[in-house]
């Protein structure tokens, strides 16, 4: 077989293993089956900014997760960096997207910050934030799979965990994406 026989036959394959990778049931990471038992991949999506990837992101439900009451569900966001981020930075744009949802006073602001950054490292490519909603108690956060803290208040949890999965979302594509695409309940 030629060297150009042989290059036109892996790029005619390469469509067909691209789609096998991606066919391939995801691995439930260790924090979130300890988190929440029994959980399966509900959807994936990518958030890119002016094209370049920002993240990958996850959301691990239980059997029987309905889309349109996620803010009563257990539930787990995994967001997979692709570059390098400030962990303050992150904080600041998680706030902004959280007062989308409505009016939050100064004091509570600031304190969902604090917490926020506290919480949030600087990442790098391949490091992983995975926030667990605890409905109607808290938020924990693990880096990488270790617990890094949690937010116990209701109101937090649910205005964070909206920032993806509320229908006000900011990047509505990667919401549909999380939900499992048209038919969001299962």
């Known amino acids: 077989m030629t060297t150009r026989r042989a290059c036109l036959i892996g790029l005619a394959l390469a469509p067909l293993a691209a789609r096998a990778r991606r066919a391939t049931p995801a691995t439930v990471p260790a924090e979130v089956a300890a988190e929440l038992p029994g959980a399966r991949l509900q959807g994936s999506g990518r958030l890119t900014f002016f094209g370049l990837q920002v993240y990958d992101a996850r959301l691990w439900v239980r059997e029987g997760f309905d ?40 004091a509570l602001q600031q304190r969902w910050l604090d917490e926020m950054k506290r919480m949030f490292p600087d ?41 993806w999965l509320g229908p006000q979302t900011s990047e509505p594509a990667l919401r549909l994406a999380l939900l499992g695409g048209p038919g969001t309940r299962s």
Request: aromatic content about 10%; overall charge neutral; cysteine-free.
């Open 123 to 163: 990442v790098t490519k391949g490091d992983r934030i995975t926030g667990v909603h605890q409905p109607l108690e808290a938020a924990r956060f693990f880096v990488n799979g270790r617990l890094r803290g949690e937010v116990r208040d209701a109101e937090f949890a649910r205005r964070f965990f909206a920032i």
């Open 67 to 106: 889309a349109a009451r996620f803010e009563q569900q257990p539930l787990a966001l995994e967001l997979e960096y692709a570059r390098t981020l400030y962990g303050r930075l992150i904080a600041e744009r998680s706030l902004e997207e959280m007062k989308r949802l409505g009016d939050v006073d100064d």
